[in-house]
């Protein structure tokens, strides 16, 4: 079953504008992570938060946690056009460090 | 050094038939997941294998068959292909055991059954 629920579905945006994306999902976790697809590539790790953490940077990257709302989100801000992608949360539910569960994705276009 | 590598990038077969894909990774990690990549890019995971142990099957078809024969390599076989199993396959691989590590995904195989 899927686990994250990205929020938006698609998210447009110009140059140097920041990026909000949202997830949300449905149990206990361990940790949640956030990951870029391009088109027609695979999956590349961008940050991972830990559950006893709230937020956490990395170069343009901020993301927080919100435990007990069970969500979290993604900020990217001054966004390139390179910054278009995919956008996807993951979490591996507690207890079970094998099933890296993905949610749905945010489509994120930046336009120059 | 491609991290995590998978054969072929593209896969076009008709129904019926048996195929392969193929999966290594040289970053020395103990566990490898496939996911199933829908049109509409929703990531199911299908298999995860840790230390050549199969951990997870996520209810899919006994037509998909993993196999392990090291720790490097997943690779998966897909006996009589249905239209439906047209989608991006995602091998990925993942350091030992442990609650905080990230996912190295390979470039994805677009299996296309016609």
């Known amino acids: 079953s899927q686990q994250g629920e990205e929020d938006p579905q698609a998210l447009s945006i110009q140059e140097g504008e920041n990026a909000t994306m949202n997830c949300s999902y449905k149990?206990?976790?361990?940790?949640l992570q956030w990951y870029r697809q391009n088109s027609g590539r695979g999956l590349v790790h961008l940050i991972l938060i830990r559950s006893n953490e709230r937020e956490k940077h990395s170069g343009r990257l901020r993301v927080t946690l919100d435990t007990s709302k069970k969500s979290s989100s993604l900020l990217i801000t001054a966004s390139r056009a390179a910054d278009t992608a995919s956008y996807f949360c993951a979490t591996t539910p507690g207890g079970s460090n094998y099933k890296l569960t993905f949610g749905k994705g945010t489509l994120l276009t930046v336009n120059p | 050094d491609t991290a995590v590598s998978q054969t072929p990038k593209y896969l076009v077969t008709q129904m019926g038939n048996d195929k392969s894909i193929k999966c290594e990774q040289n970053?020395?990690?103990?566990?490898m997941y496939w996911y199933k990549q829908d049109s509409k890019k929703f990531l199911k995971i299908m298999f995860s294998?840790?230390?050549?142990?199969?951990?997870i099957n996520e209810t899919v078809p006994n037509r998909f068959s993993p196999k392990s024969p090291d720790k490097a390599h997943l690779n998966l076989h897909i006996n009589s292909l249905e239209l439906g199993d047209s989608a991006v396959y995602f091998c990925?691989?993942?350091?030992?055991?442990?609650?905080?590590?990230?996912?190295?995904f390979g470039q994805g195989t677009r299996l296309t059954v016609v």
């Open positions: 294998y840790n230390n050549k142990e199969l951990i």
């Open positions: 970053l020395g990690h103990d566990t």
């Open positions: 990925a691989s993942s350091p030992r055991q442990g609650t905080n590590t990230e996912a190295f």
């Open positions: 149990t206990s976790i361990n940790n």
